[in-house]
């Protein structure tokens, strides 16, 4: 039973538009989200992460929101750049569970020229 | 500041025998997880380890375990490898400073069983 869905495995966006990534998940226990961006060959890289006790972090071109009430978050990438294009990993943690992340399955991003 | 480091970064093996991977983590980082990643099933915890303690496990056979030592350094060893076992192996380490988790990944150990 997947704890963490992204539910769209691909999501493709032109240059400079907005790119809007979804997470949903099940288990109210979460309190933490993180989003790691994956390349081919590489480990995830480590993007944004936002506490349940808040709605919105930003950082650069990457906000995240977390709507608690829906267990749904979204990482809102602003202007789109091909170099991110990348395979986006949703994440959560539970205080407690120290260490262990649940990890969605990824929607890989594709930002045309 | 060095990242999470891991070897070897490709390995083959065959059905029947024992692996063991190594992680280096970010210096001053004393937690340190590993992960399985296959097509299938995405990104799967296997254990997390704390001063060389192992503090959480995943569901994962008893085939799979791992150790810490006093640097942080962490190893993690697959008995009896069996085909299913081919998968990308990552390992993340954290300061765990506070109760969140944000945790950085190395490359990864790819590795194949004939």
């Known amino acids: 039973d997947q704890q963490v869905k992204q539910n769209s495995p691909s999501l493709s966006v032109q240059e400079g538009r907005i790119s809007i990534l979804n997470c949903d998940y099940t288990?109210?226990?979460?309190?933490?989200f993180l989003w790691y961006k994956k390349y081919p060959a590489e480990g995830p890289t480590f993007l944004i992460s936002?506490?349940?006790?808040?709605d919105k972090n930003e950082d650069g071109r990457f906000t995240v929101f977390l709507n608690k009430s829906a267990k749904h978050l979204s990482l809102h990438i602003v202007p789109s750049q091909p170099g991110d294009s990348a395979v986006y990993f949703c994440?959560?943690?539970?205080?407690?569970?120290?260490?262990?992340?649940?990890f969605g399955k990824g929607t890989k991003l594709s930002v045309k020229p | 500041k060095a990242g999470v480091t891991q070897t070897p970064r490709y390995l083959i093996k065959t059905r029947g025998q024992q692996v063991t991977l190594s992680c280096s983590p970010i210096?001053?980082?004393?937690?340190v997880s590993w992960y399985q990643q296959t097509p299938g099933q995405g990104l799967q915890f296997l254990f997390e380890?704390?001063?060389?303690?192992?503090?959480n496990k995943g569901n994962f056979p008893g085939r799979f375990s791992g150790r810490q030592f006093s640097n942080s350094r962490s190893e993690m060893n697959v008995s009896t490898l069996e085909l299913g076992d081919s998968a990308l192996y990552l390992c993340?380490?954290?300061?765990?400073?506070?109760?969140?988790?944000?945790?950085?990944f190395g490359p990864g150990t790819r590795l194949t069983v004939l």
């Open positions: 993340a380490s954290s300061l765990l400073v506070r109760s969140y988790n944000e945790q950085f």
């Open positions: 288990n109210s226990m979460f309190d933490y």
């Open positions: 936002i506490s349940s006790i808040k």
């Open positions: 994440a959560a943690s539970a205080t407690g569970s120290q260490g262990n992340l649940i």
């Open positions: 210096s001053g980082h004393r937690s």
């Open positions: 380890y704390f001063s060389e303690t192992q503090r």
